[in-house]
């Protein structure tokens, strides 16, 4: 049988806190506990926010941690054509289409409907769903559009995508992070409505660049925070079109903060770095996290 193999895949575009430790601190124990491997991926396709002074304080704060990674780390933004190649099938298979609409124009498509009496559908995260309109422009005022630098997004064309799938989609996640069991959730990408896949000036989105990453890195066990729970069925549906494997998920507690909240990049008093400079060690670290 082959090793299980687990990644921690932060962003380098802020200082790695508290819940960034918890991930790969988890990553860790579940690949030490089922003689796995661990991979260190630098998810940096946002080139515009991400630095190398991030990336090397995430170096540091892992080995700070006591955490070993296999090299070469896989860092995305070395691997635009892997994810183009992807869009293009996508493209090909008219799975995406071209959206035009600005943020300005959906406000208005919603502030219109609702102004009817009827609620706009809002996705897990509680952002409105992007209206499907673009959808109905034929492929000729698409080109005309493109040819004159009009800015646009690649979006899935979510319920095309269902259509094509032989089988309800699911996926398998652990109970708890002692992976004894798993139940099957039911995937339900059409909450998220036609999500972005690629960018006009970056082929590719947080959701391609994972599921190609995860496939191409033979990642069997995705552990993450639980933020990222309801991302899984975008997720999946893209590894069904794409025709890639499916790995087991455990999307694990989230480190809160005083005001009950999800940690952010900006609160730099739970900065890993931080913690350190004020005297924690790794062992009083991992006690805070309750491992
Ligand atoms: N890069 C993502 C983040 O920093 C995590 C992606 C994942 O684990 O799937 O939130």
Known sequence: MTAPVFRFAPSPNGELHLGHALSALTNQRMAQASSGRLLLRIEDIDITRCTAEFEAGIYRDLAW??????????????????????????????????????????????????????????DPD???????????????????RIDAGAPFAWRLDTAAALAGLGSPLDWREWADGNMTATSEIVADPLQWGDVIIARREIPTSYHLSVVIDDALQSVSH??????????????????EVLELPQPTYFHHRLVLGP???KLSKSQRDTGLNALREAGETPETLVARLGL
């Open 126 to 144: 509680g952002a409105p769903v992007y209206p499907g309109n673009d959808k109905a422009l034929s492929a000729r005022e698409r080109r005309r």
């Open 222 to 239: 995705v552990v993450r925070g639980q933020d990222l729970y309801f991302a899984t069925s975008v997720q999946r549906v893209l590894q």
């Open 259 to 261: 005001d009950g909240r």
């Open 65 to 122: 941690l006591g955490i070993g990674w296999e090299q070469p780390v896989r860092r995305q933004s070395e691997h635009f054509g892997e994810y183009q190649a992807a869009l293009e099938r996508l493209q090909r298979e008219e799975l995406v289409y071209p959206a035009f609409m600005s943020r300005g124009e959906i406000r208005g498509a919603i502030m219109d409907h609702e102004a009817t009496g009827k609620s706009w559908p809002r």
